[in-house]
């Protein structure tokens, strides 16, 4: 199981601290209410006040108690000490000399303040199904659902586990939620579906190119034969047969995740894909292109009827792509209507018959 996900700034700031807390954070996690001071003036002496105050809001920052209670920002300290009226901050260095000390202070903490281990049967419970929940729905990178699970434990008081602990149960949560959409769009078509999507991978005889290359491929010219060929994809696209499946049970951010890697991903890495996610992925990648197939015909039909008749090759791709960035804003200029490019894809049409409109 992958747990090489994580950079080396986020193995060296978990549970560590990897320089001076900002002012905010400052305020938030290391303020001392007159509960804790009441706690902590109960301690005897300048060093145990100020060590029991550094191992409370440490705790609070970073999710864990640390092996040296006292290896913490000087800005941290200075801070603590100034709400507890102690000047001399040195005297920090006699809490670290009583180990002993500290470890019933980390225990008083934990007690007193609700803290939980990571190993906390109903803790574990909700924490694995905060993680699937998400790791469901998003698409999100497994290093932000790592830091999402990192600042959720921190949030309920439960402390961290071992860095590898977590990345490995990130991991695994990630691969049940893949595994579960795999399953769910594999078992969508039937078999002549299947069939037919795995049909997109081979390359016909006397040909250099799959279909599945030839349909990722969108329109790249806005003339006559450029619409031809957008409506032959999006004939294609539409024999694929799959735009009566019902996907509103699958998460349109993961399906959109899933299209854009059948966009890019080579044959080869189709092959050595499990048989249920290679289905998956076809499957998100067919109904993706239906959509985009319309846009594309929409785009240049837009180019040879429509208000920019006439612009060059550049200045089209340049429309097109900001029209997809801004689609449906108010005050486009229409478009061509659905029941227009039905009626085009219905018809045998041929680039004589279409007529490119002269240039003003």
């Known amino acids: 199981m992958p747990t090489d996900f994580l950079t080396d700034e986020q193995e060296q700031a978990y549970g560590h601290y990897v320089g001076p807390p900002s002012a905010q954070q400052l305020s938030r996690y290391f ?6 001071r009441e706690r902590v003036n109960e301690r005897r002496g300048a060093a145990n006040k100020l060590g029991f105050a550094v191992q409370l809001t440490t705790v609070r920052f970073l999710g864990t108690f640390l092996a ?11 801070y603590v000490a100034a709400q507890l009226g102690i000047r001399d901050v040195a005297c920090l260095a006699d809490y670290a000399a009583r180990p002993i000390t500290a470890w019933e202070h980390a225990a008083e903490i934990r007690r007193i303040y609700g803290y939980r281990d990571f ?3 109903a803790e574990g419970f909700r924490l694995v199904r905060w993680l699937y929940t998400r790791a469901w729905l998003s698409s999100e990178p497994l290093s932000v659902l790592f830091d999402l699970a990192t600042a959720r434990l921190v949030e309920r008081q439960v402390l961290l586990p071992g860095v590898s602990i977590l990345a490995r149960l990130v991991a695994r949560i990630r691969e049940r939620a893949n595994a579960r959409l795999y ?3 594999a078992r969508m078509p039937s078999a002549e ?10 390359v016909p005889a006397g040909a250099r190119r799959s279909a599945l290359d030839r349909l990722r491929r969108g329109p790249t010219q806005p003339t006559a034969s450029g619409l031809v060929e957008a409506l032959r994809r999006l004939s294609d696209a539409r024999a694929l047969g799959v735009s009566e499946l019902d996907l509103s049970g699958i998460p349109a951010g993961r399906l959109r995740v ?11 890495v189709f092959q ?21 197939a319309h846009d594309d015909v929409l785009d240049v039909l837009d180019m040879l009827l429509g208000p920019s008749a006439g612009r060059t090759s550049y200045g089209w791709h340049a429309d097109r792509s900001r029209r997809r960035r801004a689609a449906l804003t108010a005050g486009a ?18 680039p004589r018959r279409i007529a490119t409109p002269a240039r003003p």
């Open 31 to 36: 303020h001392l209410d007159d509960a804790d």
């Open 68 to 78: 040296e209670p006292t290896d913490v920002p000087s800005d941290v300290v200075a």
């Open 119 to 121: 190993t906390d049967p």
């Open 183 to 185: 399953r769910k769009l």
């Open 193 to 202: 579906q299947r069939d037919r999507l795995k049909e997109l991978l081979v």
């Open 258 to 268: 899933l299209a854009r890697s059948a966009s890019s991903a080579r044959a080869q």
């Open 272 to 292: 050595r894909m499990p048989a249920e996610r290679g289905i998956a992925t076809l499957l998100a990648f067919a109904c993706a292109l239906q959509a985009t």
């Open 333 to 350: 200029p229409p478009r061509p209507s659905r029941r227009a490019v039905q009626l085009l894809a219905s018809r045998a049409v041929g």
